[in-house]
């Protein structure tokens, strides 16, 4: 047993439930989560146009919740049952992308809306 695998399998699936839930907070109560979409001295009831926020980050955050909660449940399976490199490895590559793209899409809508 691998416990950095365990580590970051567990942080993989709860920041995707983290960035699910966000999404969620976003498309069904019309919000903007602070935690997650917001620098720290921002006021999320600040924002210009918060539908159009929304369009333009929400499936972004989907994405990924869903990338990091399937790269979570990939570690662990490598971690406990099988070991699938190339799984993990090609998920993490996937994460990274929808991170950097994930970051410059809410900077550029932070930038427009705030």
């Keep these: 047993m691998n416990s950095m695998g365990s580590f970051f399998g567990i942080v ?11 999404y969620l907070l976003m498309v069904r109560r019309r919000q903007i989560p602070k935690g997650i979409m917001l ?12 539908e159009a926020y929304i369009k333009m980050t929400s499936a972004q955050l989907l994405l990924v919740g869903i990338l990091l909660a399937v790269y979570g449940v990939l570690e662990l399976i490598n971690t406990y049952v099988a ?5 993990v490895f090609v998920a993490i590559v996937l ?9 410059v899409r809410t900077k550029k809508a932070n930038t427009t809306y705030f």
Excluded: H, N, Q, T
């Design 95 to 103: 994460v990274m992308a929808a991170l950097i793209w994930f970051a």
């Design 39 to 50: 620098p720290k001295d921002e006021d999320p009831k600040r924002c210009k146009d918060v």
């Design 12 to 22: 993989g699936i709860g920041a995707g439930i983290y960035c699910i839930s966000g």
């Design 83 to 87: 070991s699938i490199a190339i799984p």
